[in-house]
């Protein structure tokens, strides 16, 4: 069973930065859209950005846009999240998630089918 495990949350002033990384336990290849999802206690989860498996066409959410870049390296298994500009509002529990696909497309965004996830990373942001 594939498992995600993320590292790189904290607490961070506004402005700030963070990066976060999620890696698999083992070989992804390229059939495996990802994505970075972010949930708040009594909200509902939303999904922030997703990346083809072949590392291209990133989607990001309207909130993140132009803050936030996604990336990731399949040799090395490795999912990044790399968040600038950092805002209060940006304060969650931050999950990666996978979902194999036909060719590693993610097609849509977001997609509400990733099948696997990890245990999240808190992400604070003080003002």
Known sequence: QLQLAEVGGGSVQSGGSLTLSCTASE???SNACMGWFR?????KREA??????GGEN???ADSVRGRFTISRD???RT???QMNTLKPEDTAM???ALVYTINGYCLRFPRDDFKYWGQGTQVTVSS
């Open 94 to 96: 931050y999950y990666c």
């Open 48 to 53: 922030v950005t997703q990346i083809n498996g």
């Open 27 to 29: 070989d992804i290849g």
């Open 79 to 81: 999912l990044w999240l």
């Open 74 to 76: 399949n040799a090395k």
């Open 39 to 43: 949930q708040t206690p009594g909200k």
């Open 58 to 60: 990133p989607r990001y």
